[in-house]
């Protein structure tokens, strides 16, 4: 049962990057295998390692465990990060659903072409700013706690300070109208295996570069257009 998980993915964000933040905040170390060839996929298809064919996969608890939605409800109950009932946790999915969402506008985005970036990025932006951080904001502002659920860290807080750090990436002045989510981000920011993580040098994968996008399409080529991120 013990050891270390292993994550089997790219050497960059995609779907894997939620379950490393949600592992470096619950104080968890992990190795990585990246995926660099399409042997190395090969293999773990031929391995019957990936139920769906698909990364991520972690092997965890003596599992190996794909979908990562599944990865992240099995990780946030184990340390416990999911709310201490059925409707907090109800509470915790919702959160994190909605900010799945937004992330997942800009997923794709290294795959574009610059004509459809520019118009994903405008989405995005949008989006963000007007969808979803009024929705956190007014959370955060009506119960006037430092978490969103429960008065206590979750899943739901890393995910959110996941997703205000990739649209601040894009559109540095999104959080200028959402004073609870300023003071959200500084306070998440600072919890230590959160800092830890945003230090330089930590597992925590930087914006999708070319190099990035290289890879998937080779890993994937045979199959796949490039069903992928
Ligand atoms: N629902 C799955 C989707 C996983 C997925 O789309 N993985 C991509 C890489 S990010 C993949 O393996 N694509 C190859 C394929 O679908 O055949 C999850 O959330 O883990």
């Given at each position: 049962m013990g050891g270390k998980p292993k994550l089997y993915y790219f050497d960059g964000r995609g779907k894997m990057e939620p379950i490393r933040w949600l592992l470096a905040a619950a104080g968890v170390e992990f190795d990585e295998e990246f995926l660099e060839t399409r042997e190395q996929y090969e293999k773990l298809l031929q391995d019957g390692d990936l139920l769906f064919q698909q990364v991520p996969m972690v092997e965890i608890d003596g599992m190996k465990m794909v979908q990562s939605r599944a990865i992240l409800r099995y990780i946030a109950a184990k340390y416990n990060l999911y709310g201490k009932d059925l409707k907090e946790q109800a509470l915790i999915d919702m959160y994190v659903e909605g900010t799945t969402d937004l992330m997942g506008l800009i997923l794709m985005y290294p795959f574009l072409s610059s004509e459809d970036k520019k118009k994903q990025l405008a989405t995005f932006v949008e989006k963000a700013t007007k969808r979803y951080f009024p929705v956190y904001e007014k959370v955060l502002k009506d119960h006037?706690?430092?978490?969103?659920?429960?008065?206590q860290f979750s899943w739901a807080d890393i995910h959110l300070l996941e997703a205000i750090l990739m649209v601040e990436e894009k559109?540095?002045?999104?959080?200028?109208?959402?004073p609870h989510l300023q003071a959200f981000k500084a306070k998440i920011s600072n919890i230590p295996t959160i800092k830890k993580f945003l230090e330089p040098g930590s597992q925590r994968k930087p914006v999708p570069d070319d190099r990035y996008v290289e890879t998937v399409r080779r890993v994937f080529q045979a199959y796949h257009d490039v069903k992928a991120t």
């Open positions: 006037g706690q430092d978490f969103l659920v429960g008065n559109a540095c002045d999104t959080l200028s109208e959402f």
